[in-house]
């Protein structure tokens, strides 16, 4: 299937600081999508990038689509211990329909 | 609005015996996807449909998994013969269409022994 790469693979921040991952990918995508999987539990859908450029918001969330549609990142603002878990970046390519994942991001937040 | 529901949640088999997951989207969405997690890694997507065809397996190891969604709204898949580094959790997801977002069910634990 269609690669999608995702940095860091882990990342360990006190509470307060920010945290930023990235997902990159080869070829055009059609769209990108984010997804939270808290310990034991299953992904949560977050939210869908479609355009070019793109910049969507969700409280503390910041998501980023690239100009060429070949990467995007996610922002998190003086993070929470809420905020703990394992973010995936899915896409879509241009090409076809199949809903690939990266390897995604963990997240540990210590108070 | 009801999730998606799978069944069972739990399974443990020998190598070499077979099994089932099955999985009930949410009503009216059109596209359904199978993804093995591997413990500690992404999803890996194994067969997506939309409706009752298939738009994609190119990673499904079709000499010993098999999936199906009659009439357009349940799935089966399944694993036969099993073997230990099937041992994984099956993720049921669905949408809308291939250009939304999936929501996901609870999935299976399969342990192979």
């Known amino acids: 299937g269609q690669q999608v790469m995702q940095i860091p693979q882990y990342q360990h921040v006190q509470e307060g600081e920010d945290f930023t991952t990235y997902c990159n990918s080869s070829?055009?995508?059609?769209?990108i999508q984010w997804y939270k999987q808290r310990p034991g539990g299953h992904p949560v859908f977050l939210i869908q990038?479609?355009?070019?450029?793109e910049v969507k918001k969700q409280k503390r969330l910041t998501f980023q689509f690239g100009e060429a549609k070949k990467n995007s990142s996610l922002h998190i603002t003086a993070t929470q211990t809420t905020d703990v878990g394992t973010y995936f970046c899915?896409?879509?390519?241009?090409?076809?329909?199949?809903?690939?994942f990266g390897k995604g991001t963990s997240l540990l937040v210590t108070p | 609005e009801a999730g998606v529901a799978q069944s069972p949640r739990y399974k443990i088999i020998e190598k070499r015996q077979s099994v089932a997951f099955w999985c009930n989207p949410i009503?009216?969405?059109?596209?359904l996807y199978w993804y093995q997690q591997i413990l500690g890694q992404g999803p890996k997507l194994l067969i997506q449909?939309?409706?009752?065809?298939?738009?994609?397996d190119s990673q499904l190891p079709k000499d010993r998994f098999s999936a199906e969604r009659l009439k357009g709204v349940d799935s089966t898949l399944k694993i036969q013969p099993a073997k230990l580094e099937d041992s994984a959790v099956y993720l049921c997801?669905?949408?809308?269409?291939?250009?939304?977002?999936?929501?996901f069910g609870q999935g299976t634990r399969l342990t192979v022994v």
């Open positions: 997801a669905s949408s809308l269409s291939p250009s939304r977002g999936a929501f």
């Open positions: 070829t055009t995508l059609s769209n």
């Open positions: 990038l479609v355009k070019s450029g």
């Open positions: 899915a896409a879509t390519p241009n090409s076809g329909y199949a809903l690939n």
């Open positions: 009503s009216g969405h059109a596209t």
């Open positions: 449909f939309q409706n009752n065809g298939v738009v994609d």
